[in-house]
């Protein structure tokens, strides 16, 4: 299988490491600056298997260039100019598989083009990307479910996930992969709201007087938008989702809430937070604390935009 990674950034770079381990071959889209640092070869640091040789890159995708898929791991906020990079790859006939976080993003994919074209991508894993240009997995977990959103694009999300359940990690083909990307956007949604709001690690806010109080809070409000949405969570992804998150001793955060701390100018609120809020908000549900998260998000970004 022919794989156009767009980005080589923690997931992106994680993943393209992992596909040509396994056999795929795999061309990295990137940006000039990332194309210069990958010219000495692309470096992962995993406990399940470090990784170091050369890869090709692409600044752009000439036009014909023939992909079978199109693996899309940037930022929400980069997304438009995402879209137009891969386009000529769309084009030629390559499918797109998202690994991004919210709904959002696929409206956008599919209107530009086709439902057809875009599959369905979740990523469960802890990555981020070094000053020096080395890939760090953060931990050993890493679970990929991917599916197909219309029957015509079962064949090769098949030939995708033959290919991924030869990399290390859990690999799932759902049968549901709308539900898969709700259940993961709920987990993502209410954990990021909470971390922003107060600033800490799940240990840190657990331990406070009122932490898990607002913390169930978040999850209630989530998970009912997405049973006003159609895609109630079962009674074993609510549990893993109050495991998770409910987490006394966890030291994990929302990478925004990271992202924060560092004083990173922009930041995925409104695709995970304020667009889960945004159709709590539709369907006429009380959300005050994705409400009160959001306008806290709205404030750090237009300060740091001004």
Not at 53 to 71: K, M
Not at 221 to 245: I, K, Q, W
Request: charged letters at 20%.
């Amino acid at each position: 299988m022919k794989i156009l990674v767009l980005g080589a950034g923690g997931i992106g770079g994680y993943y393209g490491a992992r596909l040509i381990e396994a056999g795929a071959d795999v061309t990295f889209l990137v940006r000039p600056a990332r194309e210069a640092q990958l010219s000495s070869g692309l470096r992962v640091e995993s406990g399940v298997g470090n990784f170091s040789r050369p890869v090709r890159t692409l600044t752009r995708v000439p036009d014909g260039a023939h992909f079978d898929l199109v693996l899309l791991t940037c930022k929400s906020y980069d997304l438009a100019g995402a879209i137009d990079a891969v386009a000529p790859a769309v084009e030629a006939g390559a499918v797109v598989l998202p690994f991004l976080n919210g709904l959002g993003a696929y409206d956008a994919l599919d209107a530009r083009f086709g439902k057809d074209k875009v599959l369905g991508g979740v990523a469960y894993v802890a990555t981020t990307l070094t000053d020096d240009g080395t890939v760090r997995h953060l931990a050993d977990a890493d679970t990929m479910i991917v599916g197909e959103r219309t029957a015509d694009a079962a064949p090769v999300v098949r030939a995708f996930f033959d290919l991924a359940h030869r990399t290390p990690g859990v690999r799932r083909l759902s049968p549901d992969i709308e539900q898969a990307l709700w259940d993961k956007w709920v987990l993502l949604a209410s954990g990021a709201a909470v971390c922003c709001l107060l600033r800490g690690t799940l240990r840190e806010i657990l331990h406070t007087d009122a932490g898990e109080k607002i913390m169930r809070q978040a999850i209630a409000e989530s998970a009912a938008v997405a049973a006003a949405f159609g895609h109630a969570l079962n009674a074993e992804t609510r549990a893993f989702t109050d495991g998770y998150l409910i987490a006394t001793e966890s030291n994990w955060a929302a990478s925004m809430m990271r992202d924060i701390a560092q004083g990173r100018p922009r930041l995925e609120a409104d695709a995970i937070v304020g667009d889960m809020l945004a159709r709590s908000v539709a369907k006429g549900l009380p959300a005050p604390v994705l409400e009160t998260a959001f306008a806290h998000l709205q404030v750090y970004m237009r300060r740091h935009a001004g």
